[in-house]
């Protein structure tokens, strides 16, 4: 029950929160609130809402997953977003030009994203490890550089063709594509939405039944306790750095294999930056993600609804702004709450066990 | 200064003050006279630091008032207690290595009489007050730690304290200097100063104070007179109990080589003078061997450079016959090596895991923690399992293996760690300073675990400040200045004294430690 509480109520509150800012916003703006929240509602079961927001929220969770995995050892990996575009690119590149059975090719692909991702991440990690330089400058400056480097891959004169105005790497066969699940009208969801699940699992177990799990949280805890406690703090930053590349190598997959098929000038971009923010919502928890990457995308997709029926889209920037801002701080206050709660039950509880202590010397004496 | 004909320069009474896992203040009540050393005792985890930590105002009592001067008054942070006269010294010095002496004083004081000439004769006065001889330009650097003592207290008597808190001013200090501070105590309080003395050490306070205050399990249990109260009778206010002694019986050193460390050496990052130079020790399975040292002559950097925490430059550790000059620290630990970290908050516990997550850390890659395996997989239950019975062998008090680790005081938390590195048998315990910060109950605790492992045949390597615990536990002591190993002493024979004169590199040889 008091777990509940502690778990469940800020994140609740902070959602109510922002709802009632947005309102208040929406009212001075001339809107109705009740009008918005409705047509937010509604969109939902209209069209391809719903596999849509269920195929972006498992572009986030995999976005915020490789955050998370930095956060546990408080390594701020930036630079997801260049992590998982040069990823993308080359892994299109590569799958573009390969003919391969299917699966294999599937996988081909996978792997190539994840060790790009990997290699781009691990050169933030050695020089973290090796010349102190702080992740977050390094990767930040990673993440301009790969966007100068991929529009270097893609030129046609590198690795690109121009399609009409727009250039693009060669197109995956389908042997190389992973099937999605049809909804006929409702839209075709994602295969790699398994992965995504999958993925949260993985980092699940990784984090609390593995021994690299236990030495990452020793190190984000205290690094001085887990140095003596034989856990070699070089090697996990490392470790950490590359597997957070590695998972933030997989962030342009389910797009690129299950609805582009080729990485091209357009392909999206933020996904790096939205996956900080929904690490923050879940509180690297991977069910907390998982609700805070399909509340991202569930607000992503009612910009498209308000817009239609005239409300201002800005008021879902408004909204996921200010649901971060208040978690954070939601948190916060039912944390100190608790402190006072356990506080009180602590010390009733003592005073009987000094009690009981009392008389059991008594006795021995 | 306002000082009016109250009784009292500090009264604080009725003081509740309850923590996660703690009560730590319950109902204390303490009257300190004016110009006078009182003493106040109690076990750690006992609430003494809490209680003080609320008379200087960095917290708040949840029940209780603070009287100063007859008035009642309320801090809301250490200006405040500033404000009102009151200062402390903490144990831990706060001063910046890199600024003279001068400038620690001032730094922060600059609004009271400016940086200039003012400020030069103040702190000229107060330095006279205190016995302090150096030189106000000096880098507080070049300072031993009597010194920085003094210029401690100097920084909160230019702030204005007539009343200062001592936060176990000895514990630093070695025989010969601890009998300076007294004197400048005596003569200060002849100025009309008012002195709190935290101390763990009986016999000093004895020696020092004119009225003692002993509490209890964050309860005051009284107030005590020391010029008729024993030593024994304090500790067992203090403890409820008997006074334990720190004196292994019989002999159970053996002719079995454990740990062989030859001309270890370590090199400064700075390129100083060398932070260890040409160390060779040996322990036998069933010796302690003690080393005694003033703090900062390298004791620390002999631990971890045996731990592997530091890379030595030179030299070899071997353990049973293994060579472990390369070794990682984790490989260290699987070898046997269990390891007692000198300052546990920073380097032996995990604050907010729970226990069971704090059993598993140093033992992440072996049984019971481990299930071993490409994954290395956790087993949990059995990590819960035998932090239970960690709990229950070294008397853990907690309410269960669930809380976090900041939620237990810090004696238990010594147990803990203590029981955790006496788990998986290991031949060598390399313990610094198991016994600071912990109360004489779990003291005992932890002296009498230390005694059944080295019958068992443990080797251990112990590093203490407190000489008594040293001289009782150790079947052979070396005495460690400026990165080497000077001297050889006898527990046997050798007094805390000798020790003290060795530490300071007094000695010239004389009789007992040579």
């Not at chain 2, 932070?275 to 631990?303: P, R």
Request: proline share 4%; hydrophobic share 50%.
């Amino acid at each position: 029950m008091r777990r509940i509480r502690t778990v469940l109520l800020p994140p609740a509150l902070a959602i109510v929160f922002a709802a009632l800012l947005c309102a208040v916003a929406l009212l001075i703006s001339g809107d109705s609130p009740l009008t918005a929240l409705r047509v937010m509602i509604t969109q939902v079961g209209e069209g391809t809402t719903a596999v849509d927001i269920v195929n972006s929220g498992a572009v986030y969770y995999i976005a915020a997953l490789a955050v998370a995995i930095g956060f546990q050892m408080k390594l701020f990996n930036i630079g997801i977003e260049g992590q998982y575009r040069l990823a993308a690119c080359v892994a299109a590149i590569v799958g573009g030009a390969l003919v391969l059975p299917p699966v294999v090719h599937t996988l081909v692909i996978i792997v190539v994203a994840a060790v790009v991702g990997a290699a781009w991440a691990g050169i933030a990690a050695l020089l973290k490890a090796y010349r102190g330089v702080s992740e977050v400058i390094s990767t930040i400056m990673l993440n301009f550089i790969a966007t100068g480097l991929i529009a270097f891959l893609i030129k046609p004169d590198s690795f690109g063709v121009l399609q009409g105005n727009n250039i693009s790497t060669a197109p995956i066969e389908p042997s190389g594509q992973f099937p999605g699940i049809s909804f006929g009208s409702g839209g075709t969801l994602f295969g790699m939405v398994g992965v995504a699940a999958l993925l949260g699992l993985g980092y699940w177990f990784l984090l609390n039944r593995t021994r690299f799990g236990f030495e990452l949280k020793a190190s984000g805890e205290s690094p001085t306790a887990a140095t003596a406690g034989g856990v070699d703090a070089r090697r996990m930053v490392i470790i950490a750095l590359v597997l957070s590349g590695a998972v933030a190598g997989l962030v342009g997959l389910p797009e690129l294999l299950g609805r582009d098929f080729a990485y091209t000038l357009t392909s999206p971009q933020g996904y790096g930056f939205t996956g900080i923010a929904v690490a923050l919502l879940g509180r690297n928890h991977p069910l907390g993600i998982a609700l805070g990457a399909l509340l991202w995308a569930f607000l992503d997709k009612s910009a498209l609804a308000l817009d239609n029926v005239g409300v201002p889209r800005e008021i879902v920037l408004i909204m996921q702004g200010s649901v971060v801002l208040s978690v954070v701080i939601a948190y916060e206050i039912v944390r100190r709450y608790e402190l006072a709660a356990e506080q009180r039950r602590v010390a009733a509880q003592l005073r009987d066990t000094a009690a009981a202590e009392k008389a059991a010397e008594k006795v021995a004496s | 200064m306002a000082t009016s004909a109250a009784e009292y320069a500090v009264e604080l009474t009725g003081i509740t003050k309850r923590f996660p896992g703690v009560v730590a203040n319950d109902d204390i009540h303490l009257a300190v006279r004016r110009g006078e050393v009182h003493a106040l005792c109690g076990e750690n985890g006992a609430g003494k630091s809490t209680l003080m930590k609320i008379l200087y105002g960095m917290q708040q009592p949840d029940e209780g008032t603070i009287s100063v001067d007859g008035h009642v008054v309320r801090f809301r942070s250490p200006s405040d207690a500033i404000r009102a006269g009151i200062g402390m010294v903490h144990q831990h010095f706060m001063l910046a290595d890199n600024l003279t002496v001068a400038e620690n004083i001032l730094l922060g004081a600059e609004a009271m009489l400016g940086i200039g000439g003012a400020a030069r004769r103040r702190i000229a006065e107060l330095a006279a007050t205190v016995g302090l001889e150096v030189d106000p330009r000096a880098l507080v650097e070049r300072l031993g730690v009597a010194d920085r003592q003094r210029v401690e207290i100097i920084k909160v008597l230019y702030r204005g304290a007539r009343t200062v808190i001592l936060d176990e001013p000895t514990a630093v200090l070695v025989p010969q200097e601890v009998d300076e501070l007294f004197d400048t105590l005596r003569t200060m309080r002849a100025d009309g100063f008012t002195f709190l003395f935290i101390s763990h050490k009986l016999d000093e306070v004895r020696a020092i104070a004119d009225s003692i205050t002993v509490i209890r399990r964050g309860m005051s249990v009284g107030t005590a007179d020391p010029a008729s109260v024993t030593s024994r009778q304090l500790a067992e206010m203090m403890v409820g109990s008997e006074l334990p002694s720190p004196e292994t019986r019989d002999s159970t050193v053996t002719d079995r080589e454990v740990l062989r460390v030859e001309g270890l050496e370590l090199q400064a990052e700075s390129g100083a003078r060398p932070l260890l130079a040409g160390i060779d020790l040996v322990v036998h399975a069933g010796e302690v061997l003690g080393i005694a040292g003033v703090e900062g002559n390298g004791q620390t950097e002999l631990v971890e450079t045996i731990m592997g925490i530091r890379r030595a430059s030179a030299g070899t550790v071997v353990l049973a016959g293994t060579d472990l000059s390369h070794a990682s620290t984790l490989e260290r630990r699987e070898a046997g090596i269990g390891y007692v970290p000198e300052d546990r908050t920073r380097h032996g516990i995990l604050a907010s895991q729970p226990l069971w997550a704090n059993r598993m850390l140093g033992y992440q890659s072996r049984p019971p923690v481990s299930r071993g395996g490409l994954l290395g997989l956790l087993d949990r239950a059995a990590a819960r399992r035998d932090t239970e019975r960690i709990v229950a062998e070294f008397d853990v008090r907690t309410p269960s293996v669930d809380v976090p680790a900041a939620a237990l005081s810090g004696g238990n938390q010594q147990k803990l760690v203590v029981g955790r590195e006496l788990s998986g048998d290991p031949v060598l315990l390399i313990a610094s300073h198991p016994t600071r910060g912990v109360d004489v109950g779990a003291q005992a605790g932890i002296w009498e675990e230390l005694r059944k492992a080295r019958a068992r045949g443990l080797a251990v390597l112990l590093i203490s400040a407190d000489l008594d615990e040293l001289i009782g536990l150790s079947d052979t002591i070396k005495v460690m200045l400026r990165g080497a190993l000077v001297a050889d002493a006898d527990p046997a024979t050798v007094t805390p004294e000798d020790l003290g004169a060795a530490m300071t590199g007094a000695d010239d040889g004389r009789g007992a430690v040579a």
